[in-house]
């Protein structure tokens, strides 16, 4: 089975600065698309921050924004998933995204024959409001506790191995800003359930590979700040 990953696109209309290429990303993800399907790709997952809100951006052109590259995206035929990240919650929310491009809120599970993906959801401030509502803080990224009963039981009920998909980093050695507040708790479950083959993160633009207690965590490079490697594709 292969799988096809990518993130922080961060497509919008307007400019971003701090060497982010907002609007590179629609071409880019238009190449990782096609290079998807011409691998056979079997599922592909956006890890989050698909759009952005640029300088010169409204709701509306954040909402054409998000039709634009997911009609793209999909148009290749290939299933495919949003990991939403804190961008994609600035100015639309989740329930309007069910409307728009007919986003799946997490936690959810996609089963396949091969393995289980586990989608989670940390954009949640300490005090557990969705950034949506709540306004995003970047900084203050936690799994809410019906999100991690939810990790617990379907690991403790797969009968296959599981991938978890998350935006922000349960890695502990990225820089501290972009890890998830309760990241020790969930990584316990992680550990103790032997099921995660691995745990697939965006958010942290640089990147970053590691084993941690014997699991694989890749952080993939963020696609509008790199030239090249800005998108992978894995295989189990």
Known sequence: ???GLFTDCHYCNGGLGGGRDAKASFDKTKIAMEEFKKQGVDICFC???????GQEDTKETVADCFVKITELIRSYGIPYYLVPGNHDYLIVKADELTELIDFKIPP?????DK?????????YRSNMERYDYAGVVWTDSNLPPEQVEFLRQELDSSDKDCIVLVHENLDPYVHPWHIIKNTDEVRNIIKESGKVRMVIQGHYHAGAERIIDSTPYLTLPAMCEHKEDYFKIIEI
């Not at 890890?47 to 809100?53: A, H, W």
């Not at 959810?108 to 396949?112: A, E, N, R, S």
């Open 1 to 3: 089975m292969k799988i």
């Open 47 to 53: 890890l989050g921050d698909l759009t952005d809100n």
């Open 108 to 112: 959810y599970t996609v089963k396949t």
């Open 115 to 123: 393995c289980n993906f586990i989608v989670l959801d940390a954009n």
